[in-house]
């Protein structure tokens, strides 16, 4: 359904977010992949479409060199060509207008300045002067006239997440006793008269969105009441009210905030819908838009309905799929690909300056896989084995004309990952090789079950290409009595709980021990884990790292770090520590230490076409993410080079 906001009539309610590109150059130019990803998601259907981290003043505002600063008129060549580009397609473009203010980079600017006087990280934070309050409601509206003239719909002013003007709201920050200070009225005074300054210098029909952070989701921060009185404050100046949580100046419990701002895959669809709809009951002239875990279009539609919020706002969602408006249009629901919210793109995009997504392998390549190849020629192509590599193989093989024939050895698609099918918290992965398997079943593809491909096999094919995606199989650990009646492997334990018993210990603080303990807790199984390295591996996914640990914190599942197993009796294991022997107790043992390539085995079918392509974990161990980009341009490749 169509909305208006201001003076422009919105073509439906699903807005994309923001989320900013690491590909801006040190002047603040976008690069032509970051405006191709955008552009997708309009192409996807999102009624609005907006840039993320946009800083409004380089002089006291900066957190790092790769932000677009809006007061350098040396970005409007490259903000222009975004806009037109993106907004050809149908889409308002947006920009989130953001101040790091007591967050800023001492490096980045001539001083930090906060609401009041303290102390971050070692940095000095001078309380803000009025007179420099002013100057920055300027810098807002400035900015916000400069984006228009650019071509930009509307812009979006960041008044949450812990930046400059939700620093103002928080009463443990501000603690002024002028007008900027005090009571909510005052706190709020700074967001309300950047809001109309904007309107002022680019009209009252210019759409204003002020995103908020409902509650700071911490003990020591404020919670729904105040973010209420936030939203009162701005009910009739901003014409939507963005309702998210969280802030990045939590001193304690900083897991749980992060993974309740982006919500995590331990919480359920729509987690922070509730927050919209209490700040909704007391906003009578605003637009309420609500963010976090959506992708479902049943679950937003409802939304919408029963008036929790108006406006419907994807971040991760559309990066996993930007057409899910589309889709949703369409009547195409079941060919949704659901973001499982397990943060690798924003972890990769932290690490290595890229995001990409774990599911869509097409995300932030966008040029790659739209630019014009050679013509290609028809291939019989066969791939051993059906886990995520394979399965996205085939797809992408059928789709670009070729004669695909997929083996499994087993009953049914989906791999080594299938263990994970039954746990709460993987069911967006679930969701996802069950869209798979259906698309492979409506496809042409050749899929062959229960099939084994050996080199024999694999000759009387008669392929031209053969894919090996044999995928790895779990590493037994070499430990006194692995080999236990109460001893069992991760898969086992994910497929199997009840095989457990009341009690487990857990060998290895991978991802793969630390979900599962937290999978057997909610299965009422007391787990704990062992690992004989000085930290938990993360596998690069930092931030999912956060998530897992804040479940840990929340449930009280022990990890004992610098602790070697070294024998296993039918009690618990042995283990040695700094400190020396130590007993745990348990009444099984699981063994998560990680996965060997099934390199001997892959290596077997050289020879057997006259192209040979190993992909996924029987090369090297490798995350969902990297093995479908792999399969993906491996297999849209075949027949062009």
């Known amino acids: 359904m169509p909305v208006r906001i201001g003076g422009t009539l919105m073509k439906n309610r699903i807005f994309a977010s923001p989320t900013g590109h690491p590909d801006v150059t040190l002047d603040g130019s976008f690069t032509e992949d970051a405006v191709a990803y955008y552009e997708r998601k309009a192409q996807g259907g999102a009624a609005v479409v907006t840039l993320g981290e946009a800083i409004v003043d380089s002089r006291y505002g900066r957190r790092h060199p790769y932000q677009v600063r809006l007061d350098d008129i040396n970005v409007k060549h490259s903000l222009s060509r975004l806009a037109d580009t993106v907004s050809r397609h149908g889409a308002v473009v947006s920009i989130e207008l953001q101040h790091s203010g007591m967050q800023a980079s001492p490096e980045m600017g001539e001083a930090v300045y906060g609401p009041s006087e303290c102390v971050v990280d070692g940095v000095q934070v001078k309380e803000m002067p009025e007179e420099i309050i002013h100057e920055i409601v300027g810098k807002f509206a400035e900015a ?16 949450g997440h812990g930046w400059l003007l939700n620093q103002f709201f928080a009463p443990r920050l501000n603690r002024r006793t002028d007008r900027w200070g005090g009571s909510a009225a005052n706190r709020a005074r700074f967001a309300v008269e950047v809001t109309d300054a904007i309107h002022r210098l680019c009209g009252p029909e210019f759409p204003v969105e002020v995103r908020i952070s409902a509650t700071e989701c911490h003990a020591a921060g404020y919670g729904i009441e105040e973010g209420v009185k936030y939203a009162e404050q701005l009910d009739g ?47 009578y002239k605003s637009k309420i838009a609500t963010v976090g875990a959506l992708t479902d279009p049943v679950m937003m ?61 097409e995300t932030n390549r966008e040029r790659t896989f739209e630019r014009a190849l050679p013509a290609v020629k028809k291939q019989k192509v066969l791939i051993a084995g059906g886990g995520i590599g394979g399965m996205q193989a085939a797809l992408t093989a059928a789709k ?71 995928g790895s199989a779990p590493v ?27 009690s487990a210990v857990i060998l290895g603080a991978g991802l793969v021990g630390l979900e599962l303990a937290v999978y057997l807790d909610m299965q009422g199984i007391q787990a704990h884990v062992v690992e004989m390295d000085e930290q938990i591996s993360t596998g690069g996914n930092d931030l999912h790292g956060m998530a897992v640990q804040a479940q840990l914190d929340k449930r009280g599942i022990d990890v004992r770090l610098n602790t070697k197993a070294v024998r296993i009796d039918d009690g618990g294991v042995w283990c040695q520590t700094p400190e020396g022997e130590m007993y745990s107790k348990a009444e099984s043992v699981v063994y998560a230490v990680g996965h060997r390539p099934l390199m001997k085995e892959a290596a077997a079918y050289y020879g057997c076409a006259k192209r040979f392509y190993p992909i996924g974990d029987c090369t090297m161990p490798r995350n969902i993410g990297e093995v479908n980009a792999v399969a993906a341009t491996i297999a849209r490749d075949i027949g062009r080079f």
């Not at 990045?248 to 331990?266: C, E, R």
Request: charged fraction near 25%; include cysteine.
């Open 144 to 159: 916000a006239a400069f984006v228009k003239s650019c071509g930009f719909g509307m812009v979006t002013v960041h008044a």
């Open 237 to 283: 100046h901003a014409d939507i009210i963005h309702v998210s949580v969280g802030c990045w100046t939590a001193l304690t419990d900083i897991n749980n905030v992060f993974a309740t701002t982006h919500p995590s895959m331990f919480l359920p669809d729509g987690a922070n819908v509730r927050f919209a709809a209490e700040v909704k009951k007391h906003v």
């Open 301 to 361: 539609e409802d939304i919408i309905a029963s008036g929790k919020a108006d406006i419907v706002e994807l971040a991760r969602g559309l990066i996993c799929d930007p057409d899910i408006p589309n889709k949703a249009l369409d009547g195409r629901e079941d060919e949704i690909i659901h973001c499982m919210r397990c943060l690798s793109c924003f972890s990769h995009g932290r690490a290595q300056g890229h995001f990409f997504c774990a599911l869509n392998p």
């Open 400 to 470: 670009n004309g070729h004669e695909v024939i997929l083996c499994e050895k087993g009953s049914r698609l989906g791999g080594n990952i299938l263990c994970e099918e039954n746990v709460p918290f993987k069911k967006h992965l679930k969701q996802y090789i069950k869209l798979q398997e259906r698309l492979i079943g409506r496809s042409e593809i050749d899929l062959r079950l229960m099939t084994e491909v050996t080199p024999a096999y694999a000759k009387s094919v008669g392929a031209d290409v053969l894919i090996a995606a044999l």
């Open 476 to 502: 037994i650990p070499d430990i006194e009595g692995i080999d236990g009646d109460n001893v069992l492997g991760a898969q086992e334990a994910y497929r199997t709980p009840e095989k457990i018993g009341g």
